[in-house]
């Protein structure tokens, strides 16, 4: 599965760079793509933060000085303030001057041209900008659908690059066009705004069938992953189990404190069941001994069947890789050829009256080639997808299964059995808390170190 969401991964990758290179060149005879814009865009940015600066400052400073010195602002200050905040700071050449003003009735006369002249370069200068923000974003969503696998990056992506083509139509730019719409099939599909349509749809569904992949594929690699770990680890602490009972040392490299603790304990313990045969000893050992027998277990199956593995893990049950790439062609398939089929139906006015059989007067009125007409033959169709899934989670319904009337006699006999297991319920809750109080105490006990202790430790560092 892995393979199959690399392919699809490849795939995504080739499908975005065509669609982006698509837009690229359909509007490059706009020549709307010059790198300098993004930095053209801040400097308009600050030239006209800086006439703002101006003019609050004038206001703000010609404020206080009515309201404390009585009179009002210097003409030499405010043209200092023109000259040091706009001038200066961004030159002079933008605003086609050669020396700084010196004159109050120049500064505002300049003020108010700048102020328009910048207003209109920076609504310029936006669109601009604009382009090159949402190919960024389309950009970096996609790489982010690469790592994540989510849907939401996916549809950012791909809504960011064709925001690019609704921003170009909306400031009367050159962009693909179907006006007057092709009437022979294969001049539709040659069109330029039909290869983009088609490459975008490519895009979605490839992207989406990858992350489909991923999603199957990833929780069994995960599952198989922590399976080999758990084998591993019990594999490891039988044999170390196995290796203390010889009496042989046990490397402390490869053991943390926890195990070398649990190891000692398990040599005491064992000194106990043979001396004293005490209870909490024996349930260690039933417990080691349990482990023991799972292992065991485990050798034989994986063993005995080969299929073990795969059904431990789920790999079993997951779809096969050829299964997944068999159905991602065929529907994709399926789907594109509706798509094209569909679009070049509903777009195509000499198909529907050939389909709805109009009279002569309706065929050759002008209002079938206006968009309106289009959009009320898209409306039944777009409402047809949610009806059809309303239908098929109608007709998917699970029946609702009666419950079949129990005799007094059944009913008796459900009570006692559930009054029963609610009894051995408790016993056994009531067994777990004698167990864990005597774990606890034990723990508390070998928290205490004798001399006995020390000795087994320092023989077993030997």
Not at 43 to 69: D, K
Not at 105 to 110: E, H, I, K, L, M
């Amino acid at each position: 599965m892995k393979a199959v969401t690399w392919i699809l991964r490849i795939a995504s990758v080739a499908t975005f760079a065509v669609m982006a290179y698509l837009v690229y060149s359909i509007l490059d005879p706009n020549d709307i793509w010059h790198w300098d814009t993004p930095y053209a865009f801040i400097v308009t940015v600050f030239r006209m933060l800086s006439l703002i600066v101006f003019f609050l400052a004038t206001t703000m400073l010609s404020g206080l000085a009515s309201a404390f010195a009585g009179g009002v602002l210097p003409e030499n200050l405010i043209v200092g303030l023109y000259n040091t905040l706009v001038l200066r700071t961004w030159y002079m050449q933008p605003y086609g001057l050669t020396d700084p003003l010196t004159n109050i009735q120049d500064v505002w006369a300049s003020f108010t041209q700048n102020l328009f002249d910048v207003l209109w370069t920076l609504w310029d200068n936006t669109f601009l900008f604009l382009y090159f923000l949402c190919a960024g974003v389309g950009i970096v969503l996609f790489l982010q659908s690469l790592v994540r696998m989510d849907h939401k990056f996916v549809g950012g992506a791909f809504l960011s690059i064709q925001i690019i083509i609704l921003l170009a139509a909306y400031r009367g730019l050159i962009v693909p066009d179907l006006n007057p719409f092709p009437v022979d099939f294969m001049d539709f599909l040659l069109t330029e705004a039909q290869i983009l349509a088609l490459v975008s749809f490519a895009y979605l569904e490839v992207s989406y069938q990858m992350i489909y992949a991923y999603s199957v594929g990833k929780p069994v690699e995960d599952r198989e992953e922590t399976l080999k770990k758990q084998l591993l680890a019990l594999r490891q602490a039988t044999r170390k189990q196995d290796a203390i009972e010889r009496g042989e040392k046990v490397s402390t490299t490869g053991m943390s404190r926890s195990t070398g603790a649990t190891a000692f304990s398990f040599l005491r313990e064992a000194m106990e069941r043979k001396v004293m045969g005490g209870q909490s000893a024996l349930e260690s050992l039933d417990a080691i001994s349990d482990v023991r027998r799972l292992q065991i277990y485990v050798d034989e199956l994986l063993q005995s069947d080969s299929k073990a593995r795969d059904e431990l893990t789920a790999k079993a049950a997951a779809p096969s890789s050829a299964y997944v790439i068999g159905s991602t062609i065929t529907g994709s398939a399926i789907r594109f050829l509706t798509v094209v089929a569909v679009s070049f139906i509903l777009m195509n006015p000499n198909v529907i009256q050939m389909i709805l059989n109009l009279p002569a007067g309706i065929q050759n009125s002008i209002e079938m080639l206006q968009p309106e007409i289009v959009i009320l033959f898209l409306v039944p169709v777009v409402g047809l997808f949610p009806f059809t899934a309303a239908l098929i989670s109608w007709l998917s319904r699970r029946e609702v299964v009666e419950k079949e009337k129990l005799s007094e006699e059944e009913i008796e006999a459900e009570k006692l059995r559930r009054k029963d297991l609610a009894a051995k319920k408790k016993e056994a809750e009531k067994a777990r808390k004698a167990r864990a109080k005597a774990r606890k105490k034990r723990k508390g006990d070998e928290t205490e170190v004798d001399e006995w202790d020390k000795a087994l430790e320092e023989a077993y560092k030997r």
